[in-house]
């Protein structure tokens, strides 16, 4: 099974036509640089191959290579500050984190940094997974460099991404305000191997971490890592509307973006609390806590909830927007 796992890890994905060449050309790449040991080793150099967009509105960007002349013009240390950060084989470029910022560009009033990495999440697996350290120490400098209340910082990590938040909330010694971890990956960390908590996200690593799990066992992790985790449709694969066999795990794994993603603007994921990873203990406990981006920095435990195959996904609660 495991190897089935790292299978799909290497060659199936989502998206257009384009995206799926993209990507598979991306692996075979990658698999030659490896064979002819020629892979570029980013890790000496990290700090020229993550950057950082700050997005003021949809329409406005700022690329900040060492954000010098833009921090006292652009940026509001008044606000909260939101970072995306892609996963494995991803960029800023993606449809979904495109749709993410978006959201947030539109509803909340936060400086709005995308973190790219691409370069360095464009190897195969394991070596993207063992950059990841190197990503994390280099946020966790910029936001040093940028000098803003570390309380106020939300870093907001897919797969990959989620463990480089963790690394960057590590390096900062746990003083970021909140980490959510859409998904993270489970290849390497809960299977396939393992890595220390200063390697990996865990509740140790912000003041508020919270995990949304949507493809356990495959692409993402099983076990709760966070102070809450949230499993939607219990966590695993296929997700509601991922039943393509093709595509059923990469579609589970993504829709931990989308559900946040609707979260924004809706307190519709009631979650119960349960207590442990038995889903049928759940019906006998109505504490019920929103899922996503308005889940509460109190919550804590493990929790369920129920979504729908397609958008809106929430099952109740109305649309709102927040500003």
Not at 183 to 204: K, Q
């Amino acid at each position: 099974m495991n190897y089935i796992r790292l299978f799909l890890l290497i060659g199936v994905c989502t998206g257009t036509m384009d995206e799926i060449k993209e990507k598979l050309l991306t692996q075979l790449r990658s698999f030659y640089d490896f064979a002819l040991g020629t892979e570029i080793d980013y890790q000496s150099n990290m700090h020229l191959v993550v950057t950082y967009f700050l997005h003021v509105d949809n329409s406005n960007k700022h690329k900040l290579d060492e954000f010098y002349g833009v921090r006292e013009t652009v940026y509001n240390k008044s606000i909260p500050t939101i970072l995306i950060i892609h996963g494995y084989t991803d960029s800023k470029e993606r449809e979904v984190f495109k749709h993410l910022r978006q959201m947030f560009a539109a509803n909340v009033e936060a400086n709005l940094i995308v973190v790219d990495w691409s370069r360095a999440a464009k190897q195969i697996y394991f070596t993207a997974m063992s950059n990841t350290y190197q990503v994390g120490k280099e946020i966790a400098r910029f936001l040093l460099d940028l000098d803003t209340d570390l309380s106020m910082v939300h870093l907001i990590g897919h797969s990959l991404g989620a463990h480089v938040a963790g690394i960057a909330g590590d390096c900062l010694d746990g003083k970021i305000g909140r980490i959510t971890g859409l998904d993270p990956a489970g290849p390497g960390y809960e299977f396939l191997g393992e890595v220390n908590n200063s390697l990996s996200l865990d509740s140790g690593d912000a003041n508020f971490v919270d995990v949304i799990h949507t493809a356990s066992w495959f692409f993402g992790v099983l076990k709760p890592i966070g102070h809450a985790d949230f499993y939607p449709n219990g966590g695993a694969i296929p997700q509601p509307g991922c039943d393509n066999i093709i595509v059923t795990v990469t579609c589970s794994h993504l829709r931990s973006i989308l559900y946040f993603t609707e979260s924004i603007t809706s307190t519709g994921f009631k979650s119960k609390r349960c207590p442990g990873l038995e889903w049928s203990d759940c019906t006998r406990n109505n504490h019920l806590v929103p899922m996503g981006y308005h889940a509460p920095k109190s919550s804590r435990g493990i929790y369920y909830v129920q979504c729908k195959d397609s958008a809106p996904f929430a099952m109740n609660g109305k649309f709102h927007k927040l500003l």
